[in-house]
């Protein structure tokens, strides 16, 4: 693993999305069109259902700003940066880069949901912390998908495949950690649920890292 490639990746990363900001600000409209939409036909919801549309939107978010990071890029880009830097090294930039930038997207989805939906929380700042974990976890899975579909025909088809069964359980985990935000009294089991949702965090990291070698090669 060398430091100085992930940096450079991380830096070709930013640097391609600052040039192409039409990428970026496609991404910010979907959010604030899909928002605006569901406060169109529910208006305010109540706490449990502004939970779910919240992590509901945040995963179609994540499709579109993280799972085009590798069906992006082109075969000959690809051999290039099979040359000038290793597979470990060009994942690990993928997964920062995308986790960075789902970071920055749930911030804004949630200031967009706090300004349309209204603003049940009760304790802000752990239900930010919580879906800064959320936008991390689901980069991090999405990412995964995306360097296994981008060596398939139908990358697409084959995402939603793979990420229907692992994202499902993400999803209902973080909706479950998510409700200290609507509370002033902490639940019981919460720091063991974040621990799992960390470890899960973890092992797809370390698997992605593990197994992006040998399709590399292929």
Known sequence: MNKQHIIALIKKDILLETRQQYTFYGILLYVASTIFVVYLSMGQPEDRVWNALFWVVQLFICINAVAKS???ESRGRMLYFYSIAGAGDFMIAKLVFN???MLLMSLVSLAVFTL???NPLENMIAFVGISMLGGLSLSLVFTFLAAIAAKAEQQAALMAI??????IPQ???LIKI??????SV???GLWQMVGLMIGLDAMVAILAFILFPFLWKD
């Open 171 to 173: 999803l209902l985990l």
């Open 99 to 101: 986790a960075i930038l």
């Open 162 to 167: 793979m990420g229907f069964p692992l994202i």
């Open 186 to 188: 902490v639940q019981g």
């Open 178 to 183: 998510a409700a200290i935000g609507f509370s």
């Open 70 to 72: 590798f069906l992006a």
């Open 116 to 118: 349309l939906l209204g």
